[in-house]
């Protein structure tokens, strides 16, 4: 009997993996996906704690859900809700107490059990935020060779998972749990499905994706470079990225595979969070200020075209105008290519929630300077395309007749005219113009000349 599944995904590409991953697992049951909730049987909400608005974002969904639910009964059909992602792990029952239609509540390391619980929740609500002893990732299913297409040529694929760091603001290291990270051999067989299905762009995700350390074959960590060398070398497999990283965690032999390896994207997402070692060290970041910069020197040293790109937090506890004016200069000194920025918000539990809070308006006045100085540095940073010629690999057709759109490989979208017999492959395009944070141009016949330095634009 086919049933459908509706999934949303709420927050970072860790829940878009492991919703991919549900659906898998619920492939053999004879669910297949449909695009709206309106006509689906079993919907699943993958949330995001990260901060209060995404995790109030959850119930007001459920208010829908609720609606959705009661109409469909009223035909005569039933509909199960399903609550998955951090916001179950970190409120469990509590979730069935505030949004009593939801019938199920399953926590991130628990979505290999996800068929039995369904089975279960026919007969009662359903509970499983438990840290499992068995490896989830050994009990998920594989996806089909049509579903791996049918999600297109660039894939994630989770690595490692939880952290280990605790910085004080985050709920990551209680929602996620501890940090583990998959044997090398497991990770390559994922890679070699995807890549044989069509996939030519693997991106490794993790919450601290460079802690990984998997076992490799001779029973010894690996590091997440070595790893990187062994997918570079997948048939197929063109274009490598790795996302979030840790400031202390650039070891030697990822900033080898930055030199060594074509494959290896330039382009890097670094979260700072602060460029005051005051807040840092509140923030228990584990790296001062300077220790960033010379991260990113090294980097640049091993691949000076690398995009960086960056998290910050405004109005941390404590954060005083000077240790806000020691962020914009860090800002300045870096140049990113872009970056995401954030108010803080105190999270149940974590120990930055305890401390004095800063007023609301002081936090906003922050969050809007340092977003107009990002934003400066992102519109300088797509102006310094224009004239470039840039490898773009093309993923999708486009909105317009004949167009169709791919990334750069500092992640900006391209789009271009060109046949859909181009999605799937790598192509020169000349950057012409920029248009609302996308790169437009025309493909180009032959190489033009060497880009210029795109380090130089903070400069
Ligand atoms: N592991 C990564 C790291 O070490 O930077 C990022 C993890 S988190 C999913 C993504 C971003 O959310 C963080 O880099 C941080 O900027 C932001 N974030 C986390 N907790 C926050 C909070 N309580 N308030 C505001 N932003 C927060
Ligand atoms: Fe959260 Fe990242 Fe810090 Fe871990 S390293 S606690 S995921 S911000």
Redesign the pocket.
Request: charged share 10%.
């Given at each position: 009997m086919t049933r459908k599944l509706y999934v949303k995904s709420y927050g970072c590409q860790m829940n878009v993996y492991d919703s991919h991953r549900m659906a898998d697992m619920l492939a053999p049951e004879g669910f297949v996906e449909t695009a709206t909730p309106d006509d689906a049987d079993l919907i699943i909400l993958n949330t995001c704690h990260i901060r209060e608005k995404a995790a109030e974002k959850v119930y007001s969904e459920l208010g829908r859900m609720r609606v959705l639910k009661n109409d469909a009964a009223r035909e005569g059909r039933r509909v199960t809700v399903a609550v998955a992602g951090c916001v179950a792990q970190a409120e469990g029952a509590e979730i069935i107490r505030r949004a009593p239609d939801v019938d199920l509540v399953v926590g991130p390391q628990s979505y290999h059990r996800l068929p039995d619980m369904l089975a279960r929740a026919e007969h009662g609500k359903v509970l499983d935020t438990e840290f499992p002893v068995e490896g989830k990732f050994d009990h998920l299913a594989a996806p089909s060779r049509a579903a791996i297409r049918k999600r297109g040529v660039s894939a994630f694929i989770t690595v490692q998972e939880g952290?280990d760091?605790?910085?004080t603001f985050?709920v990551?290291?209680y929602t996620r749990g501890a940090e583990v990270s998959r044997p090398v051999a497991k990770i390559i067989a994922e890679a070699e499905r995807l890549a044989d299905a069509g996939v030519r762009e693997i991106t490794l995700i993790g919450?601290?994706v460079n802690a990984y350390h998997g076992e490799d074959a001779d029973g010894r960590a690996s590091t997440l470079g070595r790893l990187m060398h062994r997918l570079a070398d997948i048939p197929g497999i063109a274009r490598l990225r790795y996302s979030?990283s840790?400031p202390c965690d650039m070891d030697d032999s990822l900033i080898a595979a930055h030199r060594d390896l074509p494959a290896l994207m330039p382009q890097l997402h670094l979260?700072v969070q602060s460029g005051s070692d005051r807040i840092l060290e509140a923030m228990n970041r584990r790296h001062s200020r300077a220790d960033y910069l010379r991260s990113i020197e090294r980097v640049r040293r091993a691949r000076p075209d690398v995009a960086f790109s960056s998290d910050f937090i405004v109005g941390f506890p404590g954060e005083t105008e000077s240790d806000f004016q020691d962020t914009m200069r860090l800002l300045a000194e870096v140049g990113f290519a872009s970056a995401y920025s954030f108010k803080y918000s105190p999270r149940p539990g974590t120990p930055a929630a305890e401390m004095d809070q800063l007023a609301e308006t002081e936090k906003d006045d922050r969050l809007q300077r340092l977003q107009d100085a990002i934003e400066q540095q992102q519109a300088a940073f797509m102006a310094r395309c224009v004239g470039m010629t840039l490898d773009v690999l093309f993923d999708k057709p486009g909105r317009q007749s004949g167009q169709i759109v791919g990334r750069s490989p500092y992640l900006q979208p391209v789009p271009v005219i060109g046949p859909t017999s181009l999605i799937g492959e790598i192509a020169p395009v000349t950057i012409l113009e920029v248009r609302t944070n996308s790169l437009y141009g025309t493909l180009a016949t032959a190489r033009q000349p060497a880009a210029p330095a795109l380090a130089e634009i903070g400069a």
């Open positions: 952290c760091k605790f910085c985050c990551v290291p919450q601290n979030t840790h979260p």
